[in-house]
């Protein structure tokens, strides 16, 4: 049985679920996986219901010893360039044993902790591969100087089969919109409220929720309702009662933006179609036509318009929906998992 090791900056974090699906999924394919995190996360972080959403127990907290604890295994994964390169690289030279990392957003994106190309160019000697979570990703990568033959496309994981077996039926009607995620600026949520106050002009009793959205509007007018971030189990209940899920990212002002955010993937397992940015990795998830809209970041009348066309388009609104799980399939866990093994992890 090979060993693998999740090396993390910090663990749980409750917005990665994507770290916690692919250990999860990779366990259940009979591997043993264990997390060394030089951080320890907060109490009370779970990703979801049941067994499979408990945090796993690092084996190790803390940089000292870790090479000790990490020579152990047969491979070393983590996540976030700027974490691979900068401490996984080193621990994996000490403890003598293959690494690979994924590439996500924050890490090669924003100004202040984007990889160099130095830096880029220097780790390709020794990382065995660097995981692009879209193909937008790998051309980002490989213009900063990887060889191609060192970069893998393999998708965010995310814990779809419980979403896809309790899938409720593609709406026919738009009445409920909702956004999901932290409270920053590339998630573009300001945008999308005065896109669905312009749209709201054409669709009465048009309603709006954002999940991570408390405090962005100080008196919020009727039908727009702001939450604060939530557990997952919540967000999904308020996901299957929504009619369209919008993403509309944008790029801040330094430099940061999203890669694909997993609220899209969960939004296609569950039947919601979906209104997105057409940004950085978002079009290999949301084809436009398909099971969902693109729409330029930024652009509150193409949002506005995008909101309008499905309360016009019951029909389309339907058909969307109904080829999400198709699209989000491939950030299953599980084939998420065995990519990694076969593609990434293999020696």
């Not at 043993?32 to 796993?56: I, M, T, Y």
């Not at 790998?138 to 191609?148: L, M, T």
């Not at 296609?268 to 693109?294: H, K």
């Not at 506005?304 to 066309?309: D, E, P």
Request: proline share 7%; hydrophobic share 50%.
């Amino acid at each position: 049985m090979r060993r693998i090791a999740y090396v993390v900056a910090q663990y749980p974090v409750a917005s990665q679920t994507f770290v916690h699906a692919e250990i999860v999924a990779l366990r259940r394919l009979g591997f043993e996986v264990q997390v060394v995190a030089l951080q320890r996360g907060p109490d009370g972080v779970r990703f979801g219901e049941g067994p499979d959403g408990v945090p796993l127990e690092p084996i190790h907290i803390g940089r000292e010893g870790a090479a000790a604890v990490l020579a152990g295994f047969d491979h070393l994964h983590g996540h976030f360039a700027d974490f691979g390169v900068r401490a996984l690289a080193s621990l994996a030279a000490e403890a003598g044993r293959p690494y690979s990392f994924t590439a996500h957003a924050y890490d090669i994106f924003r100004h202040d902790a984007a990889v160099t190309r130095a830096e880029w160019v220097k780790v390709s000697g020794s990382v065995q591969r660097v995981v692009a979570i879209s193909r937008f990703h790998r051309d980002f990568i490989r213009d900063r100087g990887v060889p191609a033959d060192k970069i893998v496309v393999i998708p965010n994981a995310a814990s779809l089969l419980g979403l896809l077996g309790s899938a409720p039926p593609a709406p026919r009607a738009l009445h409920k919109v909702l956004a999901v995620g932290r409270p920053v600026v590339k998630k573009g949520f300001g945008v999308l409220v005065q896109a669905w106050a312009r749209a709201r002009a054409s669709v009465p009793g048009l309603e709006l929720d954002i999940i991570g959205g408390e405090g962005l509007v100080a008196e919020p007018p009727p039908g727009l309702r702001l939450w604060p971030m939530t557990d997952w189990a919540r967000t999904m209940e308020a996901m299957r009662r929504a009619d369209v899920v919008v993403a509309p990212c944008v790029v801040a002002p330094d430099g940061d933006m999203d890669g694909i955010p997993t609220v899209l993937a969960e939004a296609g397992a569950l039947r919601r179609p979906v209104i997105a940015s057409q940004l950085s990795g978002i079009p290999d998830l949301v084809a436009d036509g398909v099971n969902g809209l693109l729409v330029p970041p930024g652009d509150i009348n193409a949002l506005a318009m995008a909101l309008v066309r499905l309360s016009q388009r019951p029909a389309e609104l339907t058909r969307l929906g109904d080829a999400g799980p198709t699209l989000a399939a491939a950030h299953e866990a599980s084939l998420v998992a065995r990519r990694l093994l076969h593609e990434a992890f293999a020696a």
